[in-house]
């Protein structure tokens, strides 16, 4: 049973198309996230949601858009694919009350070409 | 933004030996993690810590929160072929409604048998 799954675990695409990046928890948790992995492997946040709620929006580009159905799913829509944004993606949840328990997936490895 | 100085960006050592790395940061935290991320894998969470002075073992690995509040440290002893990997330090602050949750740039770390 994992606990946060993304889809798919690798990407290949050309730049200016448009992908998206799914994501699901089954924690229970209220609250999930968008790392991104740099080559340097640098992690840095880009997105969380707490219930519907975009309550973290680093200085990411617009073509970067989180989509939320539910508290379970958080997803990444991007459009016009750049190659700079060929990168590591990697959703995490944690429940509010509990902030330490950043549970991560493992990863989409995007590659623009 | 806050950001982590984690140190040392590599390390390659022989199995049994022991290992230390450290972080540290210009701002406090109220909340230090470490995780260690597989290659092909998301960080997972190695030790938690919530209080300044706090000294916490999982096993053979021993972390510890500063008593200033920026800055940790993790030691493994002993170590064995399957501790490769990066590790990353991690620091949580209380802001807004959710916290954020700061990366250090990783130790990578080689074990030779």
């Known amino acids: 049973d994992t606990a946060v799954s993304q889809t798919p675990k690798y990407l290949v695409t050309q730049m200016g198309n448009d992908k998206s990046i799914k994501c699901e928890q089954n924690l229970g948790h209220d609250t999930m996230y968008w790392y991104k992995q740099d080559s340097k492997k640098f992690l840095k946040i880009m997105f969380s949601?707490?219930?519907?709620?975009?309550?973290i929006n680093e200085t990411v580009p617009n073509r970067f858009s989180p989509k939320s159905p539910d508290k379970a799913h958080l997803n990444l829509h991007i459009n016009s694919l750049e190659l700079g944004d060929s990168a590591v993606y990697f959703c995490?949840?944690?429940?509010?009350?509990?902030?330490?328990?950043?549970?991560f997936g493992s990863g989409t490895r995007l590659t623009v070409v | 933004g806050q950001q982590l100085n984690q140190s040392p960006q590599s390390m390659f050592i022989q199995e049994g030996e022991d290992v230390s790395m450290n972080c540290t940061s210009s701002?406090?935290?109220?909340?230090w993690l470490w995780y260690k991320q597989d290659p092909g894998e998301g960080p997972v969470l190695l030790i938690a810590?919530?209080?300044?002075?706090e000294l916490t073992s999982n096993g053979r690995l021993t972390a510890q929160f500063g008593i200033t509040r920026k800055d940790s440290f993790l030691n493994i002893s002993a170590s064995i072929p399957s501790d490769v990997g990066i590790y990353f330090c991690?620091?949580?602050?209380?802001?807004?409604?959710?916290?954020?949750?700061?990366f250090g740039k990783g130790t990578k770390l080689s074990v030779k048998p």
């Open positions: 995490a949840s944690s429940q509010r009350s509990q902030l330490y328990g950043y549970t």
């Open positions: 810590l919530y209080k300044a002075g």
């Open positions: 701002s406090i935290f109220n909340t």
């Open positions: 991690a620091g949580l602050n209380y802001g807004g409604s959710q916290g954020n949750l700061i």
């Open positions: 949601y707490n219930n519907k709620e975009l309550i």
